[in-house]
């Protein structure tokens, strides 16, 4: 999208997310590879053998695939992902290909949920969502410090422009 | 509401039950189990099983009674104990709801968060002369509190006492029906909305903030009503009898019926529709069979085309019948009417129902014409409102009504557009498209993405809503005050790739109201994102408010919020 | 996540009994349920198991014991962790101790708040609180309250939305 304003300064997530999300990315395919290209190889090895045990493999090429793709994408995302906290709002860039812009007025959160997985402790990173009545944003990566922050400070300022729903 | 119960956990107030004979008036659903099973066994069946065990049809009939009079018994006597710990009462400022045996519940609802009120009068309990009382607070679909069932009359009672107190009337003492004498000339003014900005110059919009500023100009212009409920309007706009005005109380007032004969036109060409579209599967489904049996090579085809077509005469007829008799019967004697309390429309035959929704409540609006219903020039209004989510009866606020009636009803649920003309916009926006209509088009470059729509699908903004038209057979327009976006999102989807375009979406609370944008010009679609975004995080201000009587409340959502855009200010 | 120096409040540590007996009870059926099709079918249709390899099936649930047993360990720590902060604008509950999560709802945002008490959890004294928001979203669900407490934080919850937006606007 390069009518998008340029001027708009969005923080970036911490450059550690590329890292947890290629080692998430990769367990994911290992995981993957073993349960599908598993099933493949003893259905395969217990049917009877033919050209149509090419079509079994097809699941996990295809993972294979996604994950590869995944892997070559994530850096991309990571850099574009960032957030701006506007006077009134909250503006959430994603996306590397497809890419979208999220704006949440204050006002309008109902909550904020602030989670941590373990390998997500060991780089310092949090993930933040944000729900309104009709809707879900999320921002990934933030230094626990800067989610805790981020949380407290929107619901502060949600609280002080609360109106109706 | 009979029968006070002691707690001691709150003397005060009296815990109350629901009417007594509820718990038999429920039991009877047991009937239809047992209906259902005797209607589904063949009569073969039934006298196979009356042979197995050596009976008599008289005993049988008799045994059968028995069972039938014991499961009764049994549900009666359990929904007695459910009814027994099923407690409710009503607070100055909230509902409580104390309930279940096993698994206890007990829910708390302030008042201020009801988003509407129903009475239902289901066959059963209207011969009984009670009815269902159900209170929705923003969570969806299912009812917050359903009280089933009260006598009709004390359901009423409570409503108007709920619908008062959620009101925050008594908080505003220029609005307690007691006190309703004194509602003079240094009233309101003195302390309220007008007096706010000059107190606090602050509030006078004069930033160029562009789409606020504009916003509330046309807001002064053409919502006197609305702008009494705005606290930061330029001062000196709002004349003074505006604001007296408002105080006078505003009578329930009715605002259309629909005709017998449109609910039953409605209700066949619905059911017609219905029953041409089965009809069309079991044409498909019974000639696949056909083309099965003929390659069998039996040569008996034409029994089975004689059967086949009877077969699908039936099929068409009983559907059309009975979506017929259920659109009659829901839409029966269809009412809309206003009043303080908000919209409320009533209607049903055998069963009845009356829906409330108090002002402020109504999140979206769909303007939507089923293709059946082209040929006649009806349309069909549906609402999003917090506290029904989905559920499509309550939605629908309009089941079938003449254009004019469209724009009767739009007078209450949506704000005005803003514009000159606003019914001819709404009119051409639904029966034309040109290219000069005001509304965008999608470009002819992603033209092939919207293979249907085509042009029709677009949108364009007034300064107090934002209309999208979508789909060219049936014809939808959708309509979404600015202050009702909850999140604005825009993005490049597939499609959107391929022909350089971006989609927007404007999310609003679950309901049948969709706000999708696709496939527009990037350019004109991130400035209507920017704008929204903007009239989103201001506008809402001018209209949002839990207590829809009580200025204050107003006012301190307006000083708070200059206090943290002063705040939000410096951080940002 | 830090905040480990705020006044969060703790659970009832009664919710560490109640839980062990809900995940013994979980996990043996799921365990029976996976153990007891798996003898009938050695002792009922011995051939199955002239391959060796079918012992293997065993394995199963084997695992899901020791996922159990794994899980009872974890629950009094989890209990331990879990913790709610009544803040100036907002509750915030916290839970988790691999997978940490924080939920902060601000007061003026419920719609409505339940208390549930199961049969066990009142032969153990403890609620499960859920706070709704509006869009159909539960908040969050807490478990462990003894029921005075819970009735406190929903009077306090429903209560302090207003107290904090007058004393915003006064301000």
């Known amino acids: 999208m390069k009518d998008f304003p340029h001027h708009l300064q969005f923080r970036p997530v911490r450059r550690q997310l590329t890292t947890y999300r290629q080692i998430h990315n990769a367990i994911s395919l290992v995981i993957n590879i073993v349960i599908f290209g598993g099933a493949a190889v003893l259905t395969g090895y217990l049917s009877e053998p033919g050209w149509w045990q090419l079509l079994l493999y097809i699941p996990a090429a295809w993972i294979l695939i996604h994950h590869v793709v995944k892997m070559f994408i994530i850096p991309r995302q990571v850099r574009i992902h960032g957030w701006a906290e506007q006077a009134d709002d909250i503006l959430i860039r994603s996306g590397a290909i497809f890419r979208k812009y999220q704006a949440v007025p204050y006002g309008r959160l109902q909550f904020v949920v602030v989670t941590q997985g373990p390998l997500q402790r060991k780089y310092d990173l949090a993930d933040v969502s944000i729900t309104t009545a009709g809707s879900k944003a999320e921002i990934l990566g933030l230094p626990t410090i800067e989610a805790t922050r981020l949380r407290d400070d929107l619901s502060a300022r949600g609280y002080a422009r609360l109106a109706g729903l | ?572 | 996540m830090d905040h480990e120096n705020l006044p969060y409040r703790r659970v009832s540590p009664r919710l560490i009994p109640l839980r062990q007996i809900n995940n013994a009870i979980g996990f043996g059926i799921f365990f029976l349920f996976l153990l007891i099709p798996l003898l009938i079918v050695q002792f009922v249709a011995p051939l199955f198991f002239t391959n060796s390899a079918a012992y293997l099936l065993y394995l199963l649930p084997a695992g899901v014991l020791v996922w159990g047993i794994v899980v009872a360990c974890i629950i009094p720590r989890q209990v331990r962790a879990m913790g709610y902060l009544e803040n100036r604008d907002d509750l915030v509950l916290r839970r988790g101790i691999l997978f940490r999560n924080q939920v902060a709802v601000p007061y003026g945002r419920i719609q409505y708040v339940d208390i549930h008490q199961g049969p066990l959890q009142r032969a153990f004294g403890v609620t499960q609180i859920s706070i709704t928001t509006a869009g159909g979203g539960t908040a969050s669900t807490f478990e462990g309250l003894p029921m005075v407490e819970a009735e406190r934080l929903r009077d306090e919850l429903t209560q302090r939305g207003f107290a904090r937006l007058a004393e915003l606007a006064e301000a």
Do not use: C
């Not at chain 2, 063949?42 to 009939?61: D, M, W």
């Not at chain 2, 708390?108 to 269902?132: E, H, N, W």
């Open chain 2, 1 to 572: 509401m009979s029968q006070p119960v002691q707690q001691q956990h709150s003397p005060e107030i009296p815990w109350s039950r629901v009417h007594p004979i509820s718990p038999f008036v429920r039991s009877w659903s047991v009937l239809l189990i047992f209906g259902y099973v005797l209607t589904n066994l063949s009569l073969q069946t039934l006298r196979n099983i009356v042979e197995s065990f050596e009976l008599s049809i008289g005993q049988a009939i008799l045994i059968f009674l028995g069972i039938v009079f014991i499961a009764l018994l049994v549900a009666a006597g359990l929904y007695t104990i459910a009814w027994r710990f099923y407690q409710f009462r009503i607070t100055a400022d909230a509902v409580e709801l104390h309930a279940g045996v096993v698994f206890r519940r007990r829910r708390y609802m302030r008042l201020d968060r009801l988003q509407a009120v129903d009475i239902d009068r289901p066959l059963f309990a209207r011969l009984f002369g009670l009815s269902k009382l159900s209170l929705h607070a923003a969570d969806g679909s299912e009812a917050t509190l359903a009280l089933e069932y009260l006598k009709a009359t004390d359901a009423e009672q409570l409503r108007r006492e709920i619908l008062y107190l959620a009101s925050g009337a008594q908080d505003d003492p220029q609005l307690d029906p007691m006190a309703e004498s004194t509602t003079s000339e240094t009233g309101p003014s003195a302390g309220h909305s007008p007096g706010a900005p000059a107190a606090n110059p602050v509030t006078h919009p004069a930033a160029p903030a562009y789409p606020y500023a504009e916003y509330l100009s046309a807001y002064v212009q053409h919502n006197p009503r609305g702008l009494t409920e705005a606290v930061s309007p330029p001062p000196g706009v709002i004349p003074q009898q505006i604001t007296q005005s408002r105080r006078a109380k505003n009578p329930p007032r009715e605002l259309l019926t629909i005709p017998l004969s449109r609910v039953v036109g409605a209700g066949v060409v619905t059911g017609l529709g219905a029953g041409i579209a089965s009809a069309l599967w079991a044409l498909i489904v019974g000639g696949f069979v056909l083309w099965l049996s003929a390659r069998d090579g039996s040569n008996e085809t034409l029994p089975f085309l004689i059967g086949g077509g009877i077969g699908f005469l039936l099929i068409v007829g009983f559907i059309t019948i009975v979506t017929a008799f259920a659109q009659v019967n829901s839409n029966y004697n269809f009412t809309a009417r206003t009043s303080d309390s908000g919209v409320r429309v009533l209607s049903g035959l055998l069963s009845t129902s009356s829906h409330t929704i108090p002002p402020g409540r109504i999140q979206a609006i769909q303007i939507y014409q089923p293709i059946a219903y082209r040929f006649f020039g009806w349309y069909r209004i549906q609402v999003s409102v917090a506290g029904y989510g989905l559920t499509d009866s309550s939605t629908t606020v309009l089941p079938v009504g003449k254009f004019n009636d469209v724009l009767i009803m739009l007078s209450v649920l949506a704000p005005d557009a803003g514009v000159e003309r606003a019914d001819e916009l709404i009119y051409n926006a639904l029966k034309y498209t040109s290219d000069d209509d005001g509304f965008t088009h999608v470009p002819s470059r992603a033209r092939f993405w919207q293979p249907v729509a085509g042009r029709r699908h677009g949108y364009m903004t007034t300064p107090t809503l934002l209309l999208i038209r979508y789909a060219k057979l049936r014809r939808i327009l959708a309509m979404i005050p600015h202050e009702r976006i909850q999140q604005s999102t825009v993005h490049q989807s597939l499609s959107d790739k391929f022909s350089g375009t971006v989609s927007a979406r404007f999310s609003t609370p679950p309901g049948p109201v969709r706000v999708n944008i696709s496939n527009h010009e990037p350019e004109a679609l991130i400035q209507l994102f920017f704008h929204e975004a903007e009239i989103a995080a201001h506008a809402r201000r001018i209209k949002d408010k839990n207590k829809w009587m009580a200025d204050e409340e107003l006012e301190n959502f307006e000083k708070t919020a200059i206090k943290a855009k002063a705040q939000g200010g410096d951080r940002a």
